[in-house]
């Protein structure tokens, strides 16, 4: 019986959870309740304040050491790859607004657009322009396109410059753009996408604002930390980034003390690359406290580091 209750309680909340919320945009609390394991401060629309501090430090993380900190922790479905890139070369990192379109249907249309003029949406120009219209600065507008490139050119150079403007950041899509041209003569402006077209976007429709989408084999939140470089796009739960950026940190920090002494040959290099001896962790502190540059590892974390494992 015991169990029966809670089989029951788990679907009611499933139900509740994931149930079809009216309207085309999330409430905030609906969003709080996506993102419930972040405990900072949040947006006005729910979604997780993750520290500009913490986004500058990701920047210098690789895909790999993203993909293995949240492998293992059980997120093994984050990582999109095969993307065309706008300016190859940069990294982009921020925070995720979500929009999903499916293909159009005039009963869907008649719907959705009554949904949004309801909810206070723009009635001017596409309503491709809904997500746009609520990006903030250090956004990034993430859209499951279904993968359109023909007739699915989800912005033009007009919208890309409108959403750096609005957020300093670019777009991912699984969708395309149009204008590459142009878009490409933005400086700072940067996207990820599966194509791109001269046309105009055509029988599409977003139905969702900041809810969960699906791009490529990844599954998005909004409030997403979004990492993307030339090998990858990555989605890290906002609940994460500060260890993930802890250690992503702590291990360069190794590799590149693991480097200084293989250079001196002072050690055997068992010795370097295997389980530290004391005289070596202490050799590393002493580094680390003559460390250059700016650090986000405290003391704390350095010794907490450097304990036996288990």
């Known amino acids: 019986m015991k169990n029966l209750i809670l089989l029951i309680t788990a679907i009611l909340i499933s139900g509740s959870l994931f149930a079809q919320r009216p309207g085309v945009g ?48 059980g997120y ?3 990582v999109a790859k095969d993307w065309l890139m706008l300016n190859p070369g940069e990294t982009m990192v921020g925070r995720v607004v979500t929009a999903r379109f499916v293909p159009a249907r005039p009963d869907l249309d008649s719907l959705v657009k009554a ?9 001017s120009g596409g309503i491709n322009i809904w997500p746009i219209d609520i990006l903030t600065k250090g956004d990034v507008y993430v859209a499951d396109g279904f993968g359109k ?6 912005i033009g150079s007009s919208l890309g410059n409108a959403i750096y403007g609005k957020t300093g950041k670019g777009v991912v899509f699984d969708g395309s753009i149009r204008d590459m041209q142009e878009l490409k ?3 700072g402006f940067n996207a990820w996408i599966k194509g791109h077209d001269p046309s105009y976007i055509k029988d599409m429709t977003p139905i969702s604002i900041n809810a969960p989408i699906r791009v ?31 250690s992503s940190e702590l291990t360069a920090l190794r590799d590149e003390f ?14 370097i690359h295997g389980d530290w001896s004391d005289k070596i962790k202490d050799e590393f502190r002493a580094w680390v406290a003559e460390y250059p540059g700016e650090l986000t590892v405290s003391k704390e974390d350095i010794e907490k580091y450097l304990r036996p494992r288990r």
């Open 216 to 246: 490529g084999e990844a599954t998005v939140f909004p409030g997403d930390i979004v990492f993307a470089n030339d090998y990858g796009v990555v989605f890290i739960p906002a609940h994460l980034v500060a260890g993930l950026v802890v």
């Open 115 to 123: 949904e949004g003029k309801a909810e206070g949406r723009s009635q």
């Open 76 to 78: 093994r479905n984050q």
């Open 149 to 154: 490139v023909k007739d699915g050119t989800l």
């Open 258 to 271: 693991e480097r200084f002494l293989l250079r001196q040959s002072k050690y055997p290099s068992g010795e």
């Open 185 to 187: 003569e933005t400086e």
């Open 26 to 73: 999330a409430s905030p609390e609906y969003i709080q309740s996506l993102t419930s394991q972040w405990q900072g401060e949040r947006f006005a629309d729910g979604r997780p304040h993750v520290p500009d501090i913490m986004l500058q430090r990701l920047e210098k993380c690789t895909l790999e050491q993203i993909w293995g900190y949240l492998g293992a922790r």
